[in-house]
């Protein structure tokens, strides 16, 4: 354990410092909606590139910043951000999903062609994993690629494609051997939107918010090279892309930033001239969430430490998503408690700042949305013990018919 | 000698319930949802015809004068339903306070028009509750001012019941001069709240009651105790709904009720939610006794009970259904955000176990 | 709901309190040791069935005090025993299972025979259901018994016995009919544990405390007509037996009696000068279990009403064992917090009423054992959403093998 | 750059857990168990011969001088084989006390023997931690008179350290006059709790800090990190240990360990035990710098959690191990012991959160 700060790491600091307090006005608010990012928002992300404070470990080929991981370095930055209320950049699944899962898998033409303009924004991504019928089950997928010519020929459906109805493009998981069993049939391809044959219709969810999609696929042809890794090795690119949405499922960044907001939300909520703050049953509620989240926190540095080494995280990278999103969960559900009455005017579309209520309910529905996407909770305790502790795989078994 | 309901009761649980399987369908709550005005004319209409507002009132005022028992299954099965009416303010605690509160003359004017569904009472209790809120309010003479937030039953209201923090309690007429009620959309599109601001508004101060701020907490009691029905209704609709959409949802080549993971949190939620069952129904029995402290702790304790089990239960339901349970397709959120309302209006678990607390005089003085 | 004392009522309750008042202070002490009954407990409990408050409703001539059923009558009794701190009478296994197995299933000759001297306390019972290879699969037990002329001859070997050191009966699981499937092979047997070849160990368990036994039986012969039912009936009357345990295992009297205590102890105790109760951090989760405690008393009401309707609970009955253990565990988990370090003294052998530190911790670890014990938290799971919720049975799977 | 056990972290760690696993095992803990003294010569210097009790023991004083985060691996390491032996008390708190509150020459006096293991100290911090045994101690010049309840390591020790309330430490002899230490059997047999009466006896007060009480918390804080980090190694322990049984046990036809229900169990387990380890890392390397308020949180958080996330794991993995968990037969339940006793020393888990909301002032003053 080395976390003492070297000269490196004080220059850094001081270095950010410096940059927020001359830069940060420019920044755009953090935590705004899930939208394609405007202007401001590509204005700041090019600064941090430039800066280095973005995709930092990135290859300066690919538009990074070519550095030595360094968990420390990755951790000031995050907490001298966070700390100011400054945005770290594009948390978008470009940048958290597929940036890393062309790094690990994919060709150096594809590095470089869809690297760069996705650190710099330029290019926004959607996710197409998930279908009506394959949940968590996400290697019975049924859209269709079939070769024609040079080119896949795309038929299917997704959903959950959140982003979709104005992402540039799609990380598709399709079927292109329709003949080899189901997890060797598979394949990513690497889907323009903008292709004929697409089509994006919103999918209403409980937070009333327009984030996610159906999409429909006819006949939408792509070529052939667009696939990463070889036909039939989807199965090893959804592992590693899930690795990758696990982690960003699990950020702990975002669960101190909600920590701080519950704090000073119970100092200033009142009830009967009591400061929530000072009512022990609450405040004690607010400990015990402080060092669950704490222990994320460590717990991320550990894993990336972890990935520096090159050692394989086993169980503590298998757990990060069922353990981040439930705690989401009970600190917005705390935050609920503390709001009370007040908290339930509910204004999805056009809510600000100054409107807690809609903000803290959204999260409190959205974080259930998160336990059940990307492998319900159910699915990361399946994998907990299959792959973590060892212990026997669902057994095969006689087929109950569904209810009519 | 028995515990559970009578002959009389079921029949009048049966006959509510089947009027609201008819009357009350997803499309309703869409439509109902979608205006988040809270309030359907021919939904409350039938309701009225089998006698809901008239429930609490004395037949010599046009009610049926029954306890809070039939009222407290009443609510149950509008939870159930996730209904889109007033109920807990206009029929329940607005009736009980002029019952309770009101005069002789009083009660001759107001309970046989509450009792016919004409008169529609908005509640603010948010002085008594504990609440979050703003409840500013000042009498001068019988004129009322200032902002009190989070009125119950604000769609389609006619008047509006607002308690003073003395304990006091007052109803304005909705027309009159200097009164302004804005319903706010709340998280459960079917149950607005809505904020009164009163600008020297003429107002009736209920004027019957020996000890006004006792009254108040009752009334109080009875509208948190109606709220906890109410979740016992729609999370057992939950619980129905994931049962029944895990013997349809197949993954992995099974239904996914063949689960034992998903049929132990199925299990869990049974077991957790079937004994607040009798808890409601006790709590409702000891709120027609005399004894003020029993009324007030098996209120409060039924309040943060349902409050605690019933986000648990909409959590564990909604995520059986898995991403279908996330959209808005099959309309399961609809329960889900009736949930939320009922644990956060009149005071959340936190302040209902302190009140039941302090009735048994485990507070420090 | 008809909860209003008639006259008959509240005559029973002005006895009751003046039976009290008067032969309270002959109560043996309520919730001491798990011994045989000493003459001073067989005294009272004399007294309780001639005063009809104990077995109110078995028929007179088995020894009960034939009274129709009546809940408010058995909550009067139970509130006002309860409130006193006076013992109820002899709640063995003898009386909360056998006797009512028997009164359902057993043949007239057999609640001639046994039902009343298991009231009177002059008979006391052990179960001898578990096996050291069928926990929670009771329909595996391996305990064979032979017909030979017109005896069964038994061996095997049966583990939980509780009491079986100082019991004069088994009330016996075994398998009659060796060519039969599992669960049409099984037979109860009443066996008393004085004939040859029984013999008797003490199961050391966490608490330390020589409540439970193994019990091993060579060459048991017992008269063919101490079966209960027929033979191959035994599954019938397990289902039965384990009802009534389920019964006893949520009994909501036991749970109020904790409250109060906790509440006495919170008063009692002091942190830094002030009294537990009023830290609001415990007080809060003092009235969480208030909740759940009366939740527990109604429901109970509400199923002691079902069974005198001659209605099938359902599911109300099949939640009360694993509503009940987890609830219990609740409680001691609270009393032990609250008693903090003071807590830790351990003397499980002679404590006292002095020593809630052992108490407490005894009931801490011992309700671990009743989750466990009469079906398993999972199992209970199991039941209530196979036989409640209609849901699939586990399906037949293909058999792991154990790891070596 | 890295969160995570330098190579000399991880060999000290593993020649320790060797050392463990050939020294403890089910027999010893039994036969101390049954002792009930809580002490193990040989087991003891075994300990010594790695250096465990001169830990923390500057290199000038005769230690190895190394940190909290070095002692923590050790109380993990200690706390996963279950070893009855002083640790907490003897050779974390006692050192830092003298180290850091003692004057030079009662440093060059007591740190050579405590870090050979000659000396040996139960410690007696109740005064500060909040507990609910007894604390009244009063001094007259240097002499001490009174009763303190709880004391650790008392088995085998040679000397006290006492706390008293206004943070000043002092150090009796046992074998001096008026000094009775009185061994009282805890639920975990391998660790009693002794009392400690006092009747005018001869005490050496510490006196080299400046500030007693803030080399009282650290002191205090230190303590309860070693506990929290004990609980880790032992709540891992029975993880293993649950899985491992539940691989074996067979129950309807199939190993338990291939339902779905029993796997989870185990997941959960894990899921919850395993970001505590990090915590305690950190908070660890916390208690060597300067930070008081960081310090103090974190020892004081690491200490709450792992109580939680212990008292779960504890009942989990012996439900996983069904009446097997339940009998002394696989001795499970000295781990369960070891856990519930880590967590009601030294303040429970509310008391624990209350000082670390007070440290980051939270707490209205």
């Known amino acids: ?65 070519g550095a030595e991981p360094d968990v420390l370095e990755t951790a000031i930055i995050a907490d001298e951000f966070s700390r100011a209320g400054i945005s770290p950049g594009l948390l978008d699944v470009g940048n958290l999903i597929v940036v890393p899962s062309l790094l690990d898998l994919g060709s150096e033409a594809q590095c470089a062609r869809w690297v760069r303009p996705t650190l710099t924004g330029e290019t926004i991504w959607c996710i197409g994993n ?12 049924q859209t269709k690629a079939v070769a024609v010519g040079d ?76 696939i990463v890794m070889g036909r039939g090795d989807g199965w090893k690119v959804a592992i590693a892309s899930l690795k990758h949405e696990r982690v960003m499922l699990g950020d702990p960044n975002k669960q101190l930033q909600r920590l701080h907001g519950i ?73 609920i408690d503390v709001l009370g009455e007040a908290g339930l005017p509910y204004e999805p579309h056009e809510f600000g700042e100054n409107d807690p209520a809609t903000a803290w309910q959204i999260d409190y529905m959205y974080d259930i949305g998160l336990i059940i996407g990307g492998g319900t909770s159910q699915i990361q305790k399946n994998i907990i013990s299959e792959r973590g502790l060892g212990m026997p795989r669902e057994p095969k078994a006689v087929v109950p018919p569904a209810r009519s | 000698m028995e515990f559970g309901l009578s002959e009389d009761q079921r029949l009048i649980e049966q006959s509510l319930r089947g009027h609201l399987a008819d009357a009350v369908d997803l499309d309703l709550i869409r439509r109902l949802a979608a205006d988040k005005g809270g309030f359907d004319a021919d939904l409350w209409a039938g309701l009225c015809e089998l006698g809901l507002p008239g429930l609490l009132v004395a037949e010599a005022h046009g009610g049926t004068g029954l306890g809070m028992l039939e009222a407290a299954v009443a609510a149950e099965a509008l939870g159930y339903s996730a209904a889109p009416t007033p109920f807990v303010g206009a029929c329940v605690m607005a009736p009980l306070a002029v019952s309770l509160a009101g005069g002789e003359e009083q009660r001759r004017h107001w309970l046989p028009a509450i009792a016919a569904g004409e008169v529609r009472l908005a509640v603010g209790a948010g002085a008594l509750a504990g609440a979050t809120g703003t409840a500013e309010l000042s009498l001068s003479g019988a004129h009322l001012s200032g902002r009190l937030t989070g009125l119950l039953d604000g769609g389609g209201a006619s008047h509006a019941l607002v308690y003073l923090a ?51 907490r009752r009334v109080l009691d009875a509208g948190r105790l109606m709220l906890a029905a109410d979740t016992l209704g729609a999370g057992q609709c939950m619980i129905d709904q994931a049962v029944d959409y895990a013997g349809q949802r197949v993954q992995f080549e099974r239904v996914i009720a063949s ?18 069952r009798s808890l409601v129904w006790y709590a409702a029995h000891v709120q027609d006794l005399d004894d003020e402290a ?72």
């Open chain 1, 151 to 226: 080119d896949f020929v795309i038929n299917g459906q997704k959903i959950w494609t959140s982003g979709a109805h104005y992402a540039d493009m799609m990380f598709l998981l399709c079927r292109t051997e329709a003949e080899a069993p189901k997890h060797k049939g598979l394949s990513y391809l690497l889907v323009p939107m903008d292709t004929d044959g697409i089509e994006v219709r919103p999918l209403v969810t409980m937070t009333e918010r327009p984030e996610f999609n159906e999409t429909f696929l006819t006949d939408v042809r792509v070529p052939m090279d667009q």
């Open chain 2, 294 to 365: 029993e009324r007030r702790v098996l209120a409060c304790l039924a309040k943060a009970h349902l409050a605690e089990v019933g986000r648990e239960v909409a959590r564990t339901a909604t995520e059986v259904h898995g991403g279908m349970g996330f959209t808005d397709l099959m309309g399961l959120h609809f329960w889900f955000k009736r949930i939320s309302y009922d644990r956060q209006v009149l005071g959340g678990p936190e302040r209902c176990r302190q009140d039941a607390a302090r009735a048994q005089g485990w507070l420090a003085a």
């Open chain 2, 259 to 276: 689960y034992q993971a998903v049929k132990h949190m199925c299990a869990e939620m049974v077991a957790n939610l079937e004994p607040c």
């Open chain 2, 166 to 216: 003395d304990g006091r309690a007052a109803i304005v007429a909705l027309d009159a001069d200097g009164v302004a009620l804005s319903a706010r959309p709340s998280l459960d599109r079917t149950r607005p709240l809505a904020d009164l601001d009163l600008d020297d508004a003429e107002a009736v101060l209920l004027d019957g009651a020996d000890d006004a701020p006792a009254v108040a």
């Open chain 1, 263 to 335: 704090r000073e939300m119970m100092r200033e909520t009142v009830i009967d001239g009591v400061a929530v703050m000072d009512l022990p049953e609450y405040r004690d509620r607010l400990l015990r969430l402080q060092a669950e989240v704490l222990a994320a926190k460590f717990h991320n540095m550990r894993l990336l430490t972890l990935h520096d080494r090159g050692e394989e995280p086993g169980i503590p990278g298998l757990i990060q998503k069922l353990y981040g999103t439930t705690l989401n969960h009970k600190l917005s559900a705390l935050a």
């Open chain 1, 1 to 65: 354990m080395d976390l003492t700060y070297s000269t490196k790491h004080q220059e850094l600091q001081a270095e950010i410092r410096a940059f927020i307090e001359a830069e940060g006005h420019r920044s755009p608010k953090f935590g705004g909606g899930r939208n394609r990012p405007d202007q401001q928002a590509l204005d700041w992300q090019g600064l941090l590139l430039e800066r280095g404070y973005f995709a930092r470990t990135v290859p300066t080929e690919y538009g990074g910043h």
């Open chain 1, 130 to 141: 998930s279908e009506p019928g394959s949940g968590s089950d996400m290697a019975n997928a």
